[in-house]
């Protein structure tokens, strides 16, 4: 993969070698000189001279928000739209698109597409390629998008789509287990479709490795649950409506109760042609204090007032040994000045490299003498003075 970051051609048992030492210094860095190439509506832009606050200003549809995505691809997963690789490329270009940043100028980070492998994704540290989910281990990235909106109307999916990013960012491991439980959860569901009765033998050895990586998971999903409780039951009911969070498990936690429970439920599950135990049924509950209401049956204000509290709760955990971001598309606009006010101050204090996106550069007054802004139109940004 070419980009215009242009890595250090460092051997993967170098990168290797220096990934101990330079994970310990990265704790301190902030993104800088990234470049998108051909991606989306960006032919070539590069963002330099970065700042604790980064403003994206532009219309709608001007390409903020593709920035936004573009650093969200330098977290495992799918970034902030989940979408297909060969849409993220530009309409113009051969098929491919690269993304690249600098920590600090000791690591560089680097993904993107080829145009003859639209389909497979290609990551990079230091010039060495590496798994998607090892992006987890240098750095950490948070965010929150209008889209979001919706979290706690929509289906359990979506939550617990939103509570494994929050568990990436604080125990990059997660991603893995993550991937080991649906290879293992697509493989029973085959199993268990199937129109001849499956090898009993053979669903015990699935079912191990599903109850493994599922207990991982679930575990993982019930300790970060724990901890933004924690950190939520200090903060004050206002300016933010303070949410309590209630983690659902889908099934036993322990590896074998989950194996038990699996075995089991085979003949409801043969029934039903898939699983119907197990951590892929979790939910994360939200209640508002105060009110004791569901934060579905909640109004939209209050509904994002909570989203914006677990937001920064779960930056305030942030600030561990791995750098992090945070990307807010659009959030400014929708508060109030006292709002406004407090969620600068909380941003201000935490440990995130933050960025915003925004139609005009007022709602961001309080900051605008302390950010980097840039003015994005068409697919281009320009630095302001």
């Not at 800088?32 to 219309?59: C, M, P, Q, Y």
């Not at 936690?253 to 029934?271: I, N, V």
Request: charge should be positive.
């Amino acid at each position: 993969m070419r980009t215009s970051g242009n890595f250090s051609q460092l051997s993967a048992n170098a990168f290797r070698v220096t990934l101990g030492k330079q994970r310990t210094i990265a704790a301190i860095m902030v993104l800088d000189r990234i470049s998108l190439t051909r991606f989306r509506n960006h032919r070539g832009t590069r963002l330099e001279d970065t700042a604790k606050f980064n403003l994206l200003v532009g219309e709608n549809g001007a390409g903020k928000t593709n920035v936004l995505e573009a650093l969200s691809l330098l977290a495992p997963g799918r970034g902030i739209r989940r979408a297909a690789l060969a849409d993220m490329a530009g309409q113009h270009g051969d098929g491919s698109f690269a993304i690249s940043a600098a920590l600090d100028q000791t690591v560089q980070l680097g993904t993107g597409i080829r145009a003859e492998r639209p389909g497979r994704r290609i990551v990079q540290a230091n010039g060495a390629e590496i798994a998607a989910v090892q992006l987890g281990e240098w750095l950490s990235i948070g965010w929150l998008t209008p889209a979001m909106d919706r979290l706690f109307a929509d289906g359990a999916g979506a939550r617990r789509r939103f509570l494994d990013r929050l568990v990436v960012a604080l125990e990059p491991r997660h991603a893995r287990q993550a991937t080991r439980l649906d290879t293992a959860l697509r493989e029973r569901n085959r199993l268990l479709a199937d129109a001849a009765e499956p090898d009993p033998r053979w669903l015990d050895a699935i079912e191990a490795q599903l109850a493994e990586a599922g207990s991982a998971v679930a575990q993982a999903r019930a300790r970060v649950v724990d901890r933004l409780g924690a950190t939520l039951v200090t903060l004050p009911d206002a300016p933010f409506a303070r949410p309590e969070l209630c983690y659902q498990p889908g099934g036993p936690l322990q590896p074998e109760d989950l194996a038990r429970a699996l075995a089991e439920g085979r003949r409801r599950d043969r029934a039903a042609q898939r699983s119907l135990t197990g951590p892929h049924r979790d939910d994360l509950v939200v209640t508002m204090a105060g009110k004791d209401q569901r934060a579905a049956d909640c109004s939209t204000g209050e509904q994002k007032a909570m989203l914006i509290a677990i937001t920064l709760a779960h930056a305030g955990l942030l600030g561990g040994e791995r750098p992090s971001l945070l990307l807010l598309d659009e959030v400014a606009a929708h508060l109030d000045p006292q709002r406004r006010e407090a969620l600068f101050d909380r941003l201000r204090r935490g440990s995130a490299q933050v960025w915003l996106t925004g139609t005009e550069l007022a709602p961001f007054s309080d900051i605008a003498g302390e950010a980097a802004v840039w003015q994005v139109a068409g697919g281009s940004a320009v630095r302001t003075p």
